[in-house]
């Protein structure tokens, strides 16, 4: 049960943080150049993501052997998770600019408004092809974040629904929020996220490799608590650091 919540949580965080870049640049396209051809963009890459995860996801389950595939997603996971943190841990630290998806948006309307429209068509090939990128790129990284962790984990179905649920949430906020993207916590969300897959990622590559963790399952939690305390330290040492810095 305990696995199973933390499973949810992290793939929920994770999709949550990428859908809202996704919807970034959607919305962009949409104000800049025209919804119609932005939100076919969106729907041709949602459908293409649905094809990756119905062909590769009962592949993974089915040939590939659980210890194996636990080892190689462990180790993904890990590299994925470290570079979330790196990237959060310096931000919270002031060592790397916050990341302002308001910033990102003003600056992709600016860019997307000055190339010119083609009068002869009822569809913006420029606003289709913005919004299908950045949905398949950004959704890419969630699809293989619900198909490494819930093969790994034999909840494949669980993950989806995680996943899903944070598409829904990110678009109903989009929905009230509009251009106020900045109000989601989003640095927040990477810096939980890191820990999260840095934890599972120790989990099931200590698994896979033979380790028989204390508690089974309950060990993720220790494994959170452990990595959560090491960014935390981490952050206050870096922070102490810039502070004498700025003071010589």
Not at 21 to 33: D, K, P
Not at 78 to 98: D, H, P, T, V
Not at 122 to 127: L, S
Request: some cysteine.
């Amino acid at each position: 049960m305990t696995s199973d919540v933390l499973l949810v949580l992290a793939v929920f965080a994770a999709s949550a943080v990428e859908m809202v870049e996704a919807l970034t640049i959607v919305l962009a396209a949409g104000v800049s150049r025209g919804w119609r051809s932005a939100l076919e963009g969106a729907g041709a890459a949602v459908l293409a993501l649905a094809v990756v995860v119905a062909a590769f996801g009962p592949a993974l389950v089915r040939y590939v052997p659980l210890d194996a595939l636990r080892v190689v997603v462990g180790g993904l996971l890990l590299i994925l998770g470290l570079q979330w943190l790196r990237k959060a841990i310096l931000r919270a630290s002031g060592y790397k600019a916050l990341h302002d998806e308001d910033a990102i948006y003003r600056r992709q309307v600016e860019e997307l408004s000055g190339i010119p429209r083609a009068t002869d068509r009822r569809r913006d090939a420029t606003a289709f092809t913005v919004a299908f990128k950045g949905v398949l790129l950004e959704g890419l990284e969630v699809v293989m974040i619900v198909l490494t962790l819930g093969t790994t984990s034999g909840r494949l179905g669980l993950a989806a629904v995680g996943a899903a649920a944070a598409v829904v949430a990110v678009v109903l906020a989009g929905l009230v929020l509009a251009r106020r993207l900045v109000e989601v916590p989003e640095n927040s969300l990477k810096m939980g996220v890191g820990i999260m897959l840095v934890s599972f990622g120790t989990f099931w590559s200590g698994e896979g490799m033979g380790v028989s963790w204390p508690g089974t399952d309950l060990s993720i939690l220790g494994l959170v608590a452990l990595y959560g305390a090491v960014t935390f330290c981490l952050v206050a040492s870096l922070r102490r650091a810039r502070l004498r810095v700025d003071v010589r």
